[in-house]
């Protein structure tokens, strides 16, 4: 059944390990022949003819979802894309109309902010689209069209799988809006689809190899007071999910910051013994970005951080500058937050284990919020 834990400790670790699953069941029945068919879409094409704007809404870890997100629409449909909170949306007349796709994200479907801001926008003529991991909730039933994540019930309160579901399903549809308005290539679609089906596997390997060494120093960490997360382009949002799962279940101060901002402002928090984890791009991708990264690193070691580096496997250049690094495998440029996050997710739930903390049912917090 939906509530049991099937053996594990806690539905956060239970969930945690079904990340690969949600992944694939996501994509499950959405492509053919490396291309994307979304039954659910089928017949909707006109909802994405004629679009000079999308704007997705959410809220928490539902929002950073969105953020990475907004990478991939905003590169492959040349489409801009903001992000927005459900609950700030509403309060200040955005300038929204026939033209504008919102796009909202919710596992539950029930988040009161989010379906308000949904309601307002339909309100405004704006076409509807939900992305959700609950068939027949409230938010699906009030848009134009929906995607649903194939993430299965997600029971603890902090969300895991749903995220990465979250972000498949975006991904998907980015693709399909892309080809519906012929910006892109049946041939690059074919190599994205390649990289997104990789990518449970992937995940697999850093649950197998990675999860008892990151359990293990989140244990040696558990009187830590405060962490920091630093991430650039789609890894800055990562940073930021990082750091709402800690503070969420282990009730410790955490800040995600974009790496380039450090210089602005939050490297002054830096001293002796203070963890950072960053999140560093992929070489292969843009060396100009990972140099940096590397350098934010470098940085942040002089004022004593203790650094740890979730890297892709084979980067060298940031061996002398960390004191853990935790490898995930390569992956294209959109698609290495689906494995970056991963260690983050088993980082705050060791933590808040080794407090004695109860993962599932955080203090003053609900699954979903459906009051404003
Ligand atoms: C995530 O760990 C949180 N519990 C929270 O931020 C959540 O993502 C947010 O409340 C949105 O919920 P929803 O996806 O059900 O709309």
Redesign the pocket.
């Known amino acids: 059944a939906a509530a049991d834990k099937g053996g594990w400790p806690s539905f956060m670790a239970k969930e945690v390990s079904e990340e690969p699953e949600a992944v694939a069941n996501t994509l499950r029945g959405r492509v053919r022949d490396g291309q994307i068919v979304i039954p659910e879409l089928d017949g909707l094409d006109e909802l994405f003819v004629g679009i000079d704007r999308v704007i997705v809404i ?6 950073y979802a969105g953020q990475v997100g907004k990478y991939a629409l905003e590169q492959w449909t040349r489409v801009p894309v903001d992000v927005e909170l459900a609950h700030e949306f509403r309060y200040r007349d955005p300038v929204i109309g026939p033209n504008t796709l919102i796009v909202s ?7 009161m902010d ?1 379906l308000m801001a949904v309601k307002y926008a339909r309100e405004r003529g704006a076409r509807t689209l939900s992305i959700c ?1 609950t068939q027949g909730a409230t938010i699906p039933r009030e848009s134009d069209a929906i995607i649903y994540t194939h993430a299965g019930p997600e029971v603890a ?4 799988k ?1 995220f990465v579901a979250q972000i498949t399903a975006l991904y998907l549809l980015a693709l399909h809006v892309a080809r519906v308005r012929g910006s892109i290539s049946a041939t690059e679609v074919a190599q994205h689809v390649l990289e997104l089906e990789a990518i449970p596997d992937k995940i697999s390997q850093i649950l197998e190899r990675e999860q008892s060494r990151i359990e293990q120093f989140a244990h040696w960490m558990a009187d830590t007071r405060s962490v920091l997360f630093l991430g650039r382009h789609v890894g800055y949002p990562i940073a930021l999910e990082g750091a ?2 800690l503070k ?1 279940i282990s009730y410790i101060h955490a800040e995600g910051f974009a790496a380039g901002e450090l210089k602005h402002g939050p490297i002054a928090l830096i001293e002796p013994g203070q963890p950072v984890f960053v999140i560093v791009p992929s070489p292969r991708e843009s060396s100009e970005l990972h140099k940096k990264v590397v350098s934010n690193i470098q940085e942040i070691r002089a004022r004593g951080a203790r650094v740890i580096v979730i890297a892709e496997e084979g980067d060298a250049a940031v061996l002398p500058f960390a004191d853990e690094v935790l490898r995930i495998p390569l992956a294209g440029p959109f698609f290495e937050p689906l494995l970056a996050v991963v260690p983050l997710h088993i980082f705050a739930m060791g933590l808040a284990t080794a407090k004695g903390l109860d993962v599932d049912q955080p203090r003053n ?1 609900a ?3 459906t009051v404003e």
């Open positions: 959410a809220c928490g870890t539902a929002a994200i919710s596992q539950s479907g029930e988040t989010t991991n309160v902090a969300s895991t749903a709402l799962k969420e917090l699954k979903s919020v």
